[in-house]
């Protein structure tokens, strides 16, 4: 595959993929750029605001309502956990416990607890606890293996 990239100085960023045939690598790569166009709705002071799902930590269910926690913000999402789940699987959004899906690429540091339980800290420092009944999950998930 050939690649051309061109700098414009106006008008708006595009991508044009062309080719004879459809193959896996060309599948693969319309997969990543739409979900590099999709977004998280969620709701702040009021205002509807759309989030990358790349910006989230993790979501949290709280008396039914779902919070989207990024670098420095809450928001209220738009969408349960078990949608965020679904939709965003392939972003790294994960189940970790009943109450809370978090995104794995924002983990920092793991720590095995008692219980077969672990101890993620996520980025800017925050502690989540991933229940036994998702750590073989995460860990098969950590090693490729899913």
Known sequence: ?????EQI?????EV?????????EMEELLAYLNRRSRTLPCRKDGEDVLVKPGEVIYLESVDGTTYAYTE??????????AGAEAEF??????????????????????KS??????DAMMTGGE???ISRRY????RRILKGKE
């Open 1 to 5: 595959m050939k690649i051309r990239i």
């Open 9 to 13: 100085s106006e008008g708006e960023a």
């Open 16 to 24: 044009v993929l062309r080719y004879r045939e459809k193959t896996r």
């Open 72 to 81: 420095g913000e809450v928001l209220q999402a738009g969408i349960s956990l």
């Open 89 to 110: 699987a392939e972003d790294g959004f994960f189940r970790c416990s009943k109450s809370m899906v978090i995104n794995i690429y924002h983990i920092e540091r793991l």
């Open 113 to 118: 607890e008692a219980g077969n339980r672990i």
């Open 127 to 129: 502690h989540v606890i």
């Open 135 to 138: 750590a073989k999950t995460l």
